[in-house]
């Protein structure tokens, strides 16, 4: 189209059929699209990029990480040969290790096309050997174990018990429905060593649930929160955000995070996609990260300033932005500075051992793996109309402070805060080159590591790549 900008070539693929095609990104107004001719489909064009921050001045250089350990040769090219082929420029900083496909919700929205009831669990010593050949080619990762609802394994507490003796940090991705029923797991989890929990929280309304899960489940929701807030668990709620569904409540979802702190420790927004099991009206509109941001300082009435929102230091600059806060106990939120790389590149550690160092290991790769930089001063948080009642604010759980030191590292893991967003890829959005500086990888059996949005890519007509 005459009076578009032409920013950069790329490759990306056709949505329809997972062809790898030559692709420019181009501006055009205050859009910033993925264009692609495939010879049998047609032409394609997809915002990638919509207002404000200028796409350029998000814009950083990114080197390929040293180390990067390669499973799958490359024959067929990205991202057919993903296991991690050779191609692939970033070594793992988070591992997504999928304890079982059952699931007791339906989503409507599931990338993964969970909840298949008729499936077996997977057996305890298989999946520790998993987790141990994880440990092995990754390293200090944060590992993140979900599924399914991995609430619904029988052995949680033993994976968690595991993870938490070869990995610096646990976490659980869960609907939180479990932990409603059944408090005494949430305590179950603190004991064996869990990190945080990554809490499926879609917004402030039983009306969004209905939409996005299948069912109301705030009153759900509510008792989850309750349950790790007594067991001392810190929490990061989770929406998965959908334009005309939940795009209004997010101001809404922040304000009740900040004010539930320090159980819960911030929020991390997830743009829906057009991946999985996606049957939701609308899904090709999908929220780019300025959308988020915008929606997020009008509807905070100030407390997010947008200029000053960061992009991540690991993964590509598109796929992430981070905000990161010390919260006072009035409930201010001071800015906070950023932070490098969740894991420098290089020699890969041996497991840590039980120690203070190993203890102020594992507090710094979780703040820096939830964390980017910081923004100007807000305004104190403003009341949020949905209450939580009965949850203490709780720190998470831990061994005496034997020092200064640890008392300081203890004090800042309560006081901080951090509002991100991830904006994974589908087979409309697709960017090779993001998706070989992918950092956020899918443990697939039987030994390799694909990249998030890869192994989730699906056409569209429903045909998976991967899953």
């Not at 997809?46 to 998000?58: A, V």
Request: aromatic share 6%.
């Amino acid at each position: 189209m005459s009076g578009d900008r032409f920013i950069q070539a790329t490759e990306s693929l056709c949505p329809i059929c997972l062809k790898v095609l030559p692709a420019e990104i181009k501006q055009r107004g205050d859009e910033v699209l993925l264009c692609r001719q495939c010879p049998e489909h047609g032409l394609f064009e997809e915002p990638i990029w919509r207002g404000q921050p200028d796409f350029e001045s998000w814009r950083r250089p990114k080197m390929p990480a040293a180390g990067v350990r390669s499973h799958q040769e490359a024959s067929r090219g990205c991202p057919y040969d993903c296991g991690l082929c050779p191609e692939h420029g970033q070594h793992p900083c988070t591992i997504l290790f999928e304890i079982t496909e059952r699931c007791n919700l339906r989503c409507p929205v599931c990338f993964a096309d969970s909840g298949r009831e008729e499936n077996e669990f997977k057996p305890l010593a298989g999946l520790i050997e998993q987790m141990r050949w994880i440990r092995g080619q990754s390293g200090e990762v944060v590992l993140q174990l979900s599924g399914g609802e991995p609430t619904l394994h029988p052995d949680l507490p033993a994976l968690v018990a595991e993870g938490a003796r070869l990995f610096p940090a646990v976490q659980l991705n869960t609907n939180g429905l479990k932990l409603a029923e059944n408090p005494a797991l949430a305590r179950e989890l603190a004991e064996a060593g869990l990190s945080w929990v990554f809490l499926q929280f879609d917004g402030v309304s039983d009306r969004v649930f209905e939409i996005i899960r299948g069912r109301p489940l705030l009153e759900k929701k509510k008792e989850a929160l309750a349950a790790c807030a007594q067991a001392g668990l810190s929490v990061i709620l989770v929406p998965t955000v959908a334009v005309g569904v939940n795009d209004d409540e997010l101001g809404e979802l922040t304000r009740l995070a900040v004010n539930l702190a320090p159980t819960v420790r911030g929020i991390h927004i997830q743009p829906m996609t057009s991946a999985g099991r996606n049957s939701l009206p609308g899904a090709g509109h999908r929220l780019t990260l300025p959308e988020v941001l915008t929606r997020l300082g009008e509807q905070t009435r100030g407390l997010i300033n947008i200029e000053q929102a960061f992009p991540p230091s690991c993964e590509h600059e598109r796929c992430s932005f981070h905000l990161r806060f010390r919260r006072t106990e009035n409930g201010e939120l001071i800015p906070a500075a950023g932070s490098e790389c969740c894991r420098k590149t290089g020699a890969r550690p041996s497991p840590p051992a039980e120690t203070a160092e190993a203890r102020t290991r594992s507090v710094e790769i979780i703040l820096k793996s939830w964390l980017g930089a910081g923004l100007s001063a807000p305004s104190p948080a403003q009341p949020s109309g949905l209450t939580i009642p009965n949850i203490p604010m709780m720190a998470q759980p831990g061994p005496p402070a034997p020092d200064a030191f640890d008392e300081f590292l203890a004090k800042t893991r309560r006081e901080t805060f951090s509002i991100t967003c991830m904006a994974f890829q589908d087979a409309w959005t697709v960017d090779l080159e993001r998706l070989r500086g992918c950092c956020v990888h899918i443990f697939r059996p039987p030994n390799r590591f694909i990249p998030f949005c890869a192994c989730n890519l699906t056409a569209a007509d429903g045909q998976a790549l991967y899953r």
